[in-house]
């Protein structure tokens, strides 16, 4: 058994757990936050099959894609009357940053 983790952006959460559980996947959803851009994410647990895994990043391969956004840094602290204000810095957002761990299932 494998415990999937599985960080997405907000956006890409909804159709990711329509196609997962339309697969017949189980899905838990998680409401996360980020701590560069300070933004709502999504981690999603799976446990799935050894031989599963591979078809679940496939999915989330899919479903998950990678945007170009432009954020304003933290005004630098400047002496009194000077004020230079930071240019916007284009990053990377989206896609998904899975984890894999080995599990095992117990019943209680």
Avoid: W
């Avoid at 956006?11 to 980020?34: F, H, K, N, P």
């Avoid at 591979?54 to 479903?63: D, G, L, P, S």
Wanted: proline content about 6%.
């Amino acid at each position: 058994m494998k415990l999937i983790l599985a960080i997405v952006q907000h956006q890409d959460a909804s159709t990711l757990v329509d196609a997962l559980t339309e697969q017949g996947y189980r899905v838990t959803r998680l409401s996360s936050q980020g701590g560069f851009l300070r933004e709502g994410n999504v981690t999603l647990m799976l446990s799935v099959e050894d031989h599963q895994v591979n078809a679940v990043i496939k999915v989330v391969r899919e479903h998950c894609s990678t945007r170009t956004r432009y954020v304003s840094p933290m005004p630098p602290i400047a002496e009194s009357g000077e004020f230079y204000p930071p240019a916007p810095l284009e990053v990377q957002v989206g896609g998904a940053t899975v984890f894999v761990l080995k599990a095992e299932t117990a019943k209680l």
